[in-house]
């Protein structure tokens, strides 16, 4: 592949694709199957998006790898062997590194590059990026597959420049690892990222202090290796399978759909049942067990309890315990973790957990950390405080029209989308995976996908009818917006202060983002959209409008 430095100065394209993950990859195999000249544009030195960034310790996905990955090629799923049931880190970048090879997708793919700005220009009806090396890229149309965990949020602490020890975040993790043997390490954040790498830093470390703002649920994830007969079986049905994912609410099939509502069982069957999923391992299977545990806050209450109880079980000191059990959200309003061992690691005589709720962080001084009340020496800080998530990497570039329309200003309060795929005032950018959609609720591949053969089947669809450019009608935008608050509003998500309402970044709009109506419902809505001709939506050519 050539240097990106000896690239042209000026590029033109049929369609920009900006971001190298999987959203990204699936676009350039997608729309180049179509004919057009696409290119993708990645910040990063290889491909994977959150997966060539996130390599902290214990980093894993939560959805089985059977599951998490790749439909479009049944070749591909055939062939490929994931060596236990969730994937970690290493692993899925592998994976995603043998289908950029596979199907030839590098020779589309600019790494080192980042878009850092794009301007729809309405007279030429073209899309003019510009990289940070000051490379223009022209083009029809634009696919942002930036990704909705890709702008990591680094606390904006007191003194952590002056900190003289180290300090890493989850999402920039250094690519040799960090040995944290015989240190006095601190850990910030106690999210997915947080539940994931405690347990390993802690048997390195000679002490981990862990500093909770937020106790979060966090289910077993009963990992473990991949068992050939649950491999071969699962194979023997891929399609079917896959099929059947479409018509769940979080794109993921294999589970019985719950039949009643927790309160018609009693006690005994609740937590017969509950037990069963525990045993189980894994986060939609336990959510799945009752029809309400979303929408009934009394039904929500069994299964939350339950959970505390479990943790109340597994950590030795009832103190620690109690700051452990989440108390300020019904179970699944966050993303619900997945562990191995976490809990119990709280159990070790190097872990200490610290509660920055009712103590909270002052500083950050140049041998530790202090809160209110208490100094704490350290050789080296983790921060597991997450991201700008949904909106960040869109909002980090500067994204206008010639008309004078600017998406920072637009998404001012919050993200408007129509349908999550297109913003209106923006023409012919669409957006894989964005605020409005569901992505970030389901399999994020089987939503990647299902928004790129959207995008696909638009174009398509616009180079039959000889038309050029498709734009979002204000009011569609604003009745899907409306929408999608109305289904939150419905649940018990709202309830919980987490990055779905942007909670974690300070001064952030508080928009519910996803939409939680289900991936199912969702999809036949798009696609009842596309079959009438794209109800919502202005086509035109040249400017002129087509009835």
Known sequence: MPDASHAPSSRELDVAIVGGGLGGLYAIHRLRGMGLKVRAYEAGSGVGGTWFWNRYPGARCDVESLEYSYSFSDELQQEWKWPERYGNQPEILQYINHVADRFDLRRDVQLDTRIVSALFDQKTGLWMLRTDKGEEVRARYCVMAAGNLSTPR???????????????????????GVDFTGLRVGVVGTGSSGVQMIPLIARQAEHLTVFQRTANFSLPARNGPMEPERESRHKADYPARRRAAYDTPFAIGGY??????ALEATEEERNA???????????????YA?????VNKQANDTASEFVRNK???MVKDPVTAELLAPKDHPIGTK?????????????????????????????ITPTGLRTGKKEFELDAIVFATGFDAMTGALREIDIRTSDGAVLADKWAGGPLTYLGLMVAGFPNMFVVTGPGSPGVKTQMIASIEQHVDWIAGCLDHLHKQQLDRIEPAEQAESDW?????AVADST???LANSWYVGANIPGKPRVFMPYVGGFDRYKRRCDEVASSGYEGFTLSRRGVAVA
Not at 154 to 176: A, R, T
Not at 256 to 261: D, F, G, R
Request: contains cysteine; charged residues 25%.
């Open 154 to 176: 680094v606390p904006d602490f007191k003194g952590i420049h002056d900190f003289k020890g180290k300090w890493y975040h989850s999402g920039l993790w250094p690519h040799e």
């Open 256 to 261: 019985p759909k719950p039949t009643k509502s």
């Open 273 to 287: 049942a509950y037990e069963a999923k525990w045993q189980e391992g894994g986060s939609i299977s336990y959510l």
């Open 290 to 294: 009752y029809t309400d545990l979303l």
């Open 311 to 313: 943790i109340r079980g």
């Open 335 to 363: 993303r619900l973790c997945l562990d191995t061992g976490y809990y119990e690691t709280y159990n070790r005589a190097n872990v200490t957990l610290v509660d920055v709720r009712s103590d909270p962080i002052a500083e």
């Open 481 to 485: 917006v409306g929408h999608v608050n």
């Open 492 to 494: 018990l998500y709202p």
